[in-house]
């Protein structure tokens, strides 16, 4: 697969629009994608620092340690039911059975 990139809009007179199209490999626009993916990450790690703190910052914690640990065991609980509800129900069986003679 290629992306084709068309140049149109800037070409002199004395070059047709056919001459100019060029063929951008796939492995090249997957490394744009992950580039556009890192770039993204940097400009959220730069907006996320704060030089001011908010008002909730710096009290107690409404949640104690061991109601974060029982939501974190449910969570991982509901994970694997679904992980194991999934595979249960992609196993796909004949619909009838040849019995041996």
Do not use: Y
Request: aromatic share 6%; glycine share 6%; net charge neutral.
């Amino acid at each position: 697969q290629a992306l084709r990139v068309s140049l149109s809009k800037q070409l002199p007179a004395s070059i047709t629009e056919g001459q100019l199209d060029l063929e951008v490999p796939s492995a090249m626009a997957g490394f744009g994608k992950v580039l556009l993916a890192l770039l993204s990450l940097l400009v959220v790690t730069v907006e996320a620092q704060r030089s001011v703190a908010t008002k909730f910052e710096g009290k107690d914690l409404m949640i104690t340690p061991t109601v974060m640990s029982a939501i974190l065991i449910g969570v991982l609980w509901l994970v694997l039911f679904l992980v194991g509800f999934c595979c249960l129900f992609q196993v796909q069986t004949p619909a009838t059975f040849e019995e041996k003679p």
